[in-house]
């Protein structure tokens, strides 16, 4: 289990991160304010996508989604460090769950699940793993259509 995160930011533009380093002033404010909203959009979108997933347990999942800034502003992290998030956006293959933790989730259930359902439920986790149920990248292809086009305003050019 791994924590899980997008980058947003123009890295995957190659050669625009060696323009934009010269930036200045306006130009480069904008830019950066363009990454840190992008930033707070896949945020929120993922936490609407954590909802809409049905993923919600205790809320520590939508209260672990973070943003992380670097690169003096010009680069943003979306993203949990809990050990689970990773699991949940991409699924997990096939492995043995912690007994007492699927008892208690199914526990926590309303109503409750009986013994049967909760055993039924570990098994199926052992043969076949868990579906994923993205939730971070899919904010990100929301988000990056709007972004791209935020930034390019930002800097008065078009990314290659």
């Known amino acids: 289990?791994?924590?899980i995160s997008i980058e947003?930011?123009?890295t995957e533009f190659g050669r625009a991160i060696r323009e934009i380093e010269g930036l200045k002033g306006d130009v480069l404010r904008g830019a950066k304010e363009a990454i840190q909203?992008?930033?707070v959009d896949v945020r929120t979108a993922a936490i609407d996508n954590i909802n809409e997933n049905k993923t919600i347990d205790e809320g520590l999942l939508v209260n672990s989604v973070d943003i992380r800034t670097f690169r003096r502003g010009m680069a943003a992290e979306v993203g949990s460090k809990l050990q689970y998030a990773a699991?949940?956006?991409f699924g997990r293959d096939p492995h043995t769950p912690n007994w007492t933790?699927?008892?208690q989730w199914g526990e926590r259930k309303k109503p409750p699940l009986s013994r049967g359902a909760i055993?039924?439920?570990y098994q199926s986790i052992k043969k076949n793993g868990t579906?994923?149920?993205p939730y971070l990248k899919p904010a990100w292809?929301?988000?990056k259509p709007g972004f791209v086009k935020e930034f390019e305003d930002a800097i008065g050019r078009r990314l290659p």
Do not use: C, F, Y
Request: hydrophobic share 60%; charged share 25%.
């Open 1 to 3: 289990m791994a924590e």
């Open 8 to 10: 947003v930011g123009v």
């Open 37 to 39: 909203a992008a930033a």
């Open 87 to 89: 699991d949940v956006e």
């Open 101 to 103: 933790q699927i008892k």
């Open 119 to 121: 055993g039924a439920i």
């Open 131 to 133: 579906a994923a149920h």
């Open 141 to 143: 292809d929301k988000v």
